[in-house]
């Protein structure tokens, strides 16, 4: 028996967006119970066909997909963008607001029994379809995350701070927990795909060179690194503990702006945690000042605490001998 009311507090989300939050919490909370089950609600993790992106789809990116747009027709959205469908479909031509989602986020572990999530945006609808999602990312009135993790929790902003809520898994109710979060300003930690570091530009090369050269660099300490593959576990992680998250563009062929896409991934995350204090960038520029081209299009994504964020564009404007320099030689970031 679905919940009348999934989100328990709704002091801030702003009154017209209440039915639409409404909509993705009560999913939300069946999606927490589909995955809580796991193998016995069916191969959740099996391969049924492939998205524009070009990505496996998994059985449960298909049923989350087709869970949010089901009940987002009665929510007040008009335009539903997803990143398991080509193209953006309307839902409900009176609708006021144009809802961006991964579906599934972190679909590489649906199987290990990892925290994985769904990732949305909100813009308000315009009179046609991509113009409502192909803006400036700081047009978003709303972005956020559900991560199905040991809890199941919303992260969310509507411009007004990030506020964080938990599922009680007796009540089934969003409960409020934390109105503003911070994002810690002091951590070592980063995370990256280092697989691909022979692919990678030689700025990242250097920044990520410096932090593994720890205590014998020119960063003089140690650092530690995480790479979950979820780019919600991240995210979670570095609002409560701090740190770096970095998806560079590289020289793979189809990864030349990195692996995450804009409009439903990095546009809500990067919302979320300038909200929260910290700072968000395509590596060089803030990624709230972007334009998607289209709908699945990638970016570079660099996020986290705004002293590292910062130090990792400050890599992309070193002159060449400094980034060639092995790190024993970099001069300039010498502490
Ligand atoms: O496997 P890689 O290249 O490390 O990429 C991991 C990234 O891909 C993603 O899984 C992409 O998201 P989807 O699972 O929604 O396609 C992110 O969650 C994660 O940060
Ligand atoms: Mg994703
Ligand atoms: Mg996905």
Redesign the pocket.
């Known amino acids: 028996m679905q919940n009348e009311n999934p989100l328990r507090d709704l002091e801030h989300i702003p009154a017209a967006l209440q039915p639409l939050m409404n909509a993705l919490c009560e999913v939300g909370i069946e999606l927490s119970r589909t995955i809580q089950r796991g193998p016995l609600g069916g191969a959740l993790g099996a391969e049924v066909g492939e ?1 524009t ?1 070009g ?1 496996a789809q998994k059985a449960l ?1 298909v049923m989350a997909d087709e869970a949010f747009m089901t009940r987002l027709q009665t929510a007040n959205v008009r335009w539903y963008a997803s ?1 398991e469908q080509d193209v953006v479909i309307e839902l409900d031509p009176k609708g006021d607001y144009a809802l961006a989602i ?8 649906i199987d290990v029994n990892v925290s ?2 769904t ?1 949305f945006s909100i813009f308000e609808a315009k009179d046609a379809a991509d113009p409502s999602f192909l803006r400036p990312a700081n047009e978003q009135i709303g972005g956020g995350y559900i991560i199905y993790g040991p809890q199941t929790m919303l992260v969310v902003t509507f411009g007004k701070g990030t506020q964080e809520y938990l599922l009680d898994p007796d009540t089934k109710q969003f409960v409020l927990i934390e109105e503003a979060v911070q994002v810690p300003q002091t951590s070592r930690e980063f995370a990256i ?1 280092a ?2 570091y022979r692919h990678w530009s030689k700025p990242i090369r250097a920044y990520i060179d410096d932090c593994i050269a720890g205590d014998e660099g020119p960063r003089a300490r140690n650092f530690n690194m995480r ?8 995210t979670h992680r570095i609002l409560t503990r701090g740190g770096v ?1 970095l ?1 560079p563009g590289d020289a793979r062929k189809g990864y030349e702006k990195g ?3 804009m409009v439903y ?1 990095c546009a809500p995350i990067g919302f979320v945690i300038e909200q929260a204090g910290g700072k968000a960038t395509n590596a060089q520029d803030p990624i709230l000042e972007q334009t998607a081209d289209q709908l699945h299009a990638r970016t570079p994504f660099v996020f986290g605490s705004t002293e590292k964020v910062s130090r990792v564009a400050a890599y992309h404007d070193l002159p060449e001998q400094e980034v060639n320099a092995l790190f024993g030689n970099r001069g300039l970031f010498r502490v």
Do not use: H, Q
């Not at 991964?102 to 572990?109: Q, Y």
């Not at 790479?227 to 991240?234: G, I, K, M, T």
């Open positions: 998205n992106g990505d990116d990143e991964d579906p599934l986020d972190g679909s590489s572990n994985i999530g990732i795909n697989s691909n790479w979950v593959a979820s780019l919600v576990a991240e998250f998806y692996r995450l896409r991934e």
